[in-house]
């Protein structure tokens, strides 16, 4: 009789127990938690963000790139915002400073304006603002001066923030540039999946409202340098305000409140009318965006607005103002993690 051959073996599978899930949940939670508490969240994003530009340069990603070996890739994502700092300081000497000083000056100008919102009015409307509207307008001049005050320390800051998220860029590049053994340790993989989880959903919040922040910035450049204009109209501060608009309108919600509320003030300093045309036009927009904002944001992280606000609000109540910025993104994560174990 032939002789018989015995069937190949099965491949061994890895059955992760229920104490590594938890243990990989707890080690997320508290790096999330953690990055909150220690100011380290710019590193955070940058390394998310070093990870997927590499990820873009080997042309294996959303983005399809040259298609450059992990290691060049790295070396290139690694290398380029030193080149741009480089050039920036050699041909942009005090450039920070002077933006810094031009949003303190929109700043104090906020405030003059919110002072004098009364003798900005038609007299018929005035005399019907409650008299204690006038406690409220002081209290906000005082707060608008306070924050154009702590912009003065924003040099140190941004050098702090700038050091700590080139590391993390550093860090997220290397991750893709370096060759990784395969394993079998439970807890590694378990880690890797949750790493894994956490890019993703930085990749669908933040893409998605870079490009709806872009699109609002260019509308608002268009109205402010175009339309006005055309009816004799010139607002002060417009570069500003376009900056502010697209930075604002990376975080979601309320972002964009925040530069429709300024725009429309700064709107009101020219004339009550101006102030009006730029609240009517903003309430458009942001219905534009609001559609843009479900079909792209929603769509891809299936998440509606009240979630949103809900995850911020929070957020900022326990971790101030990273906390309404990393909330978006710690609530796309924790739903991705309740959809891939089909709890949601």
Not at 154 to 174: I, K, P, Q, R
Not at 202 to 211: D, G, K, L, M, N
Not at 229 to 250: C, Q, R
């Amino acid at each position: 009789m032939p002789k018989q051959i015995p069937p190949a073996p099965c491949p061994k599978t890895i059955s992760t127990t229920d104490p590594v899930k938890i243990a990989s949940y707890t080690l997320a939670f508290l790096l999330c938690v953690g990055t909150l508490r220690y100011g380290l969240l710019p590193g955070l994003l940058a390394v998310c963000l070093g990870y997927l530009l590499a990820v873009a340069l080997t042309g294996k990603g959303h983005i399809k790139g040259p298609g450059l070996s992990p290691a060049v890739a790295a070396a290139v994502v690694v290398l380029l915002p030193l080149i741009g700092l480089g050039l920036l300081l050699a041909n942009a000497k005090g450039m920070a400073f002077g933006v810094v000083g031009q949003y303190q000056a929109l700043l104090h100008y906020l405030a003059s304006t919110v002072l004098e919102i009364r003798e900005k009015l038609p007299a018929d409307l005035a005399i019907h603002l409650p008299d204690g509207l006038t406690e409220a307008q002081v209290w906000l001049a005082a707060y608008l001066k306070s924050k154009a005050q702590a912009l003065t320390g924003f040099g140190t800051a941004g050098l702090h923030g700038f050091l700590l998220a080139y590391v993390g860029l550093v860090v997220g590049a290397l991750i893709k540039g370096t060759f990784r053994m395969p394993t079998s340790a439970p807890l590694r993989l378990e880690i890797r999946t949750r790493a894994g989880h956490f890019i993703e959903a930085f990749r669908q919040i933040v893409v998605a409202q870079f490009w709806i922040a872009a699109v609002n910035a260019f509308f608002t450049a268009v109205f402010l340098l175009a339309v006005l204009p055309l009816f004799g109209v010139h607002m002060p501060y417009i570069g500003e305000l376009v900056t502010l608009t697209f930075f604002a309108g990376l975080i979601p919600i309320v972002g964009n409140l925040l530069c429709n509320s300024v725009i429309t003030l700064v709107g009101v300093s020219v004339s009550p009318a101006v102030g009006l045309a730029c609240l009517v036009f903003l309430i458009l927009i942001h219905k534009t965006e609001y559609i843009i904002n479900a079909k792209i944001l929603g769509k891809q992280t299936n998440t509606a607005a009240w979630e949103l606000l809900a995850a911020m609000f929070i957020g900022e109540a326990v971790f101030g103002l990273p906390g309404l910025v990393a909330a978006p993104l710690y609530y796309a994560y924790v739903k991705k993690e309740l959809q891939a174990a089909r709890l949601v």
